[in-house]
C-alpha cells in the first residue's frame, strides 16, 4: 500500500537521534577493554585451572594489541563496505559473542577464541568511535571526546578492580561473563538507531553500502592514509605511547619488587598508574580544542616520561608514589591523540581513515614494549638497557607529536 502525507509518521527530532548516539557511544567506549582488564588478574588462576604456563599467558597478554592492530587497519574498509553505524554494532555484537563464548570454556583453547572474537569486537570499536563523534557532534567534539574516553579509562579499571572478588564470590565464569552483560547493553542503541532508521518517513538516514561514509572526497579513501605526515606523525604519537604504557603495565611490579617493595605496594602503584589516566581522559580534549597546536603538551608529557624513568632506574624507592605520578601523567598524549583524529580531518570518510591507519600502525609498534623490555633485563641483568629503549621511544613521541600536532588536515596531503 502507498503511503499517504496523512499516514507517513513525523521525522525524529535531531535531538533525539543525538541522544541515541550520544548513549551508544558512551557505553560502547566502556566496553572497549573488558575483554582486556577482566582477564589479566585471573590468568594464575585460569593456569591452574586448565594447566597452562608463562608462555600461553604471555600469548593471551599479546593478544589484545594484535588484535587492535589488525582491526585498526581493516575496520575502514568495513566502514566503507556497510556504514559506521552497522560498524558499531557488529562490534558490540562480536564483543558481546566473544565474551559469553570465553566465560563458557572448557579449555584453552575455547578460553582463546572467545577472546579473540571479543578483541576483534573491541578492535573494530576503537576505530569506529572517532567518526561517530564527527559525523553526529562536529560541533562538540572536546565534549564528546571527554565524555567517551573518561568512560573508556572507566571500563579499564572497573573489570580489573572486580575480577578477582567476583571470582572468589562466584567463580572466574561469573567473573569473566558479567562483562557480557554491559556489551549487550552496548548495542542496543546502534539497534535502536538503524531501527529508526528503517521507518518511512522517520528523517534518520545511517550509511548503506552504496553511501558509507558520507561526505568522502573524490576517488574514496582507500590506500590514502600512509601518504600524510599527518598520518604517520599520529601513528608515531598513539604508537609509542601505547608501547611505553603496556611496558610500563607489565613490568612496573617487577621493577619495584627488585627494589625492596612489597608486591602489595607494587600492585597498588600499577592502580595508581593506571587511575591517573583519568586526569588525561578528563582534561585532555577540552584542552586540545582550544589550542592551534598542542605540540608543547607533547613536550610536557615527554618531560614526564623522562623524568619518571630516571627516578626509577636511580633511586626507585626514593620517591616511589610521585615517580608513578609521573609516569601516569606522561600517557595523556593517548586522549590527546585520539582527540586529535577529529581536528586534524574535515570529513567522517578521513577521521575514520586516520583513526584506522593511527591504531592499526600503532598498535603493531606497541606490541614490542613489554616483550623487547623483558628481553632487555633478561640479557642485561639491569634496568639501563630497558630504560634506555624507553627514552628511545621517547624521541619517537616528540618527532610523531612534531608531525601531527601542526594545524593541517589529513586531507590536505592524503
Known amino acids: 500500500m502507498t503511503s499517504t502525507p496523512h499516514a507517513a509518521r513525523p521525522p525524529i527530532a535531531l535531538r533525539t537521534v543525538r541522544l541515541v548516539v550520544l548513549l551508544g557511544i558512551a557505553l560502547s567506549a566502556f566496553n572497549l577493554r573488558t575483554a ?28 589484545p594489541t594484535a588484535a587492535f592492530a589488525l582491526f585498526g587497519v581493516t575496520t575502514p574498509m568495513l566502514a566503507r563496505r556497510i556504514g559506521i553505524e552497522r560498524t558499531a554494532l557488529l562490534a558490540m555484537l562480536l564483543a558481546t559473542a566473544g565474551l559469553a563464548l570465553r566465560s563458557c570454556a ?36 572536546g565534549a564528546v571526546s571527554t565524555l567517551y574516553i573518561t ?31 554491559t556489551a549487550l547493553a552496548a548495542a542496543l542503541p546502534w539497534i535502536g538507531l538503524l531501527a529508526m532508521a528503517r521507518r518511512r518517513g522517520s528523517g ?26 599527518v598520518a604517520w606523525g599520529m601513528a608515531m604519537m598513539f604508537g609509542t605511547t601505547s608501547l611505553i604504557t603496556y611496558a610500563m603495565f607489565t613490568w612496573l611490579p617487577t621493577l619495584l619488587s627488585e627494589a625492596g617493595a612489597s608486591p602489595a605496594f607494587g600492585g597498588t602503584m600499577v592502580a595508581l598508574f593506571s ?53 601516569g601523567l606522561g600517557p595523556s598524549t593517548f586522549p590527546l591523540a585520539l582527540t586529535l583524529i577529529n581536528l586534524r580531518t574535515r570529513t567522517p570518510a578521513g577521521s575514520a581513515a586516520l583513526s584506522g591507519f593511527m591504531q592499526g600502525v600503532g598498535y603493531t609498534l606497541s606490541c614490542i614494549g613489554p616483550l623487547l623490555f623483558g628481553v632487555l633485563h633478561g640479557a642485561t641483568g639491569g634496568w639501563r638497557w ?11 613521541l616528540l618527532v610523531g607529536g612534531w608531525l601531527a ?9 592524503w
Open 204 to 229: 534518520v538516514r545511517v550509511d548503506g553500502p552504496s553511501t558509507a561514509i558520507a561526505d568522502a572526497p573524490p576517488g574514496g579513501v582507500r590506500g590514502r592514509a600512509w601518504r600524510s605526515p
Open 106 to 141: 572448557g579449555g584453552v583453547g575455547l578460553l582463546m577464541a572467545g577472546s579473540i572474537v571479543a578483541l576483534a569486537g573491541m578492535g573494530i570499536g576503537n576505530v569506529v568511535l572517532p567518526p561517530l563523534v564527527k559525523r553526529y557532534f562536529p560541533d562538540r567534539v
Open 36 to 63: 582486556v582488564t577482566s582477564l589479566t588478574p585471573l590468568l594464575d588462576l585460569l593456569g591452574v585451572q586448565f594447566g597452562f604456563g608463562s608462555t600461553t599467558a604471555g600469548v593471551l597478554g599479546m593478544v
Open 275 to 327: 587511575a591517573l589516566g583519568l586526569v588525561g581522559a578528563l582534561g585532555m580534549p577540552a584542552l586540545a580544542v582550544r589550542v592551534r597546536n598542542p605540540f608543547a603538551i607533547v613536550l610536557l608529557c615527554a618531560c614526564c616520561h623522562v623524568a619518571a624513568f630516571s627516578g626509577l632506574l636511580l633511586a626507585p624507592m626514593a620517591a616511589p608514589v610521585l615517580w608513578v605520578v609521573l609516569l
Open 386 to 396: 630497558p630504560f634506555a629503549m624507553l627514552y628511545g621511544f621517547v624521541a619517537v
Open 405 to 413: 600536532c601542526k594545524p593541517r588536515a589529513l586531507e590536505d596531503s
Open 151 to 181: 568512560v573508556l579509562q572507566l571500563g579499564t579499571m572497573l573489570p580489573a578492580l572486580l575480577a578477582v572478588p567476583l571470582a572468589e564470590a562466584a567463580g572466574w565464569r561469573v567473573a569473566l561473563g558479567a562483562w557480557t552483560l
